[in-house]
Every structure is written in C-alpha cells, then in structure tokens.
C-alpha cells in the first residue's frame, strides 16, 4: 500500500513536467494569442520581467487537480488518486519557483546554469524550442531540445543577474555565455526592469 503510495506521488510529479512540456509547446505557443494561456505567455515573451499572475494561476490549478483527483479515485483509489495529484502539485509548483528564479536570480552550480541557458535559448534563440523548464526530457524525446550554447539577446531584456547594473553590461563570470545587442538603453527603463523583475519575486 504505502509502496503504490510513493509511486502513485512520483508518477503525478511526471506526469505534470508531461503536462508542462505539452502547455508549453502546444496551448501557449501552439495558440498564436487564441487563449489566455498563449496571450499571457506571448506577453512573458515581450517582456521576460512580465508573469501571469499567481491568482489565475491558481485559479487553473484547482480545477486541473480537482479532475485529477475524482480521476485518480475512480480509477486507483483514494490514496493512490489524491497521492497522484499532490504529487503533480507539488512538481508546478516547484515549476512556478524555478521559473521565476531562472529570469531573477544567477545561477549557483553547473545545473542551475545549465537550466538557464536552456531557457533562455527558447526567449532568445529558438522560441519554437526548449519548451520543458523543469525537465528537458520531453523535449529531447520530442525533438525540440537545443543544446546550451553562447546566446545574445536584446540589452533591454538581459536578466538582472547577469549585468552591472552601473554599466549594463554582461557581467564577467556570464559572458562565456551570453552577449547583449547594441542596442541603446536608458538607466532609467534597466531601473523600471529591475523593479518589476524583484516585483514579481515578492509574489512568490
């Protein structure tokens, strides 16, 4: 029984970085700004600072998980089922923090630089790719997976980990893998970045 528990749990963390890989690439991208979900997510992609916000969020997550509960009930029981859906829970919402971490904080080891470059490769590099954030297994099965490389992205969306914040420049320990355009960018709008960047932290 507790067995069946612990892999019902495993199987719905799985289950939801399927589930993100899928949003991701078929609802978000896949939408062209047809649904709320791909309209918010365009609107990350115009301004990488920007996150939907949490209440909708939420809002989509209680009714997804109220279904995967009644389903995982019915079909494998009550401690399988709810074992199943707090597992798939548990998973987004280490999606949701991670996400945020990636555009807000620098990276600490060589997998949290890893998982920087592979996102950052899908906002600057290959939007059509890159779609699993947690997990680029989906991915790699899919096809859809580009491996880390140096990315260059616009100075007015570079991370705010990753520049002086006096000179906007790459700071030296990320220039190995990322470049910014020259492009002309005020202090005052790297100031109105920043703010909504650390913003969106306090909400997490």
Not at 110 to 116: A, S
Not at 174 to 183: E, G, I, Q
């Amino acid at each position: 029984m507790t067995i069946g528990i612990v892999i019902a749990f495993i199987l719905g963390g799985i289950g939801w970085t399927f589930a993100e890989y899928s949003i991701h690439n078929w609802v978000m991208h896949g939408g062209k700004g047809k649904n709320e979900f791909s309209r918010q997510h365009l609107a990350h992609h115009a301004d990488p600072n920007y996150f939907a916000p949490l209440y909708e969020k939420y809002a989509a997550e209680a009714l997804v998980t109220s279904a995967l509960a009644g389903l995982g009930i019915y079909f494998a029981g009550w401690a399988q089922g709810i074992s199943f859906t707090i597992g798939f829970s548990a998973v987004y919402h280490f999606y949701e923090f991670l996400h945020q971490r990636l555009h807000t904080h620098p990276p600490r080891g060589p997998v949290g630089r890893f998982l920087r470059q592979h996102h950052m490769i899908h906002h600057f590099a290959a939007p059509t790719k890159n779609h699993g954030v947690t997990f680029p297994f989906w991915d790699i099965l899919f096809g859809t997976y580009v491996p880390p490389k140096k990315i260059v992205l616009p100075a007015r969306h570079a991370m705010v980990w990753m520049t002086d914040p006096k000179t906007g420049k790459i700071l030296p320990e990320f220039a190995v893998d990322y470049s910014l355009r020259k492009t002309a960018v005020s202090v005052r709008q790297k100031e109105l970045d920043r703010e909504s960047a650390f913003a969106n932290i306090a909400l997490v």
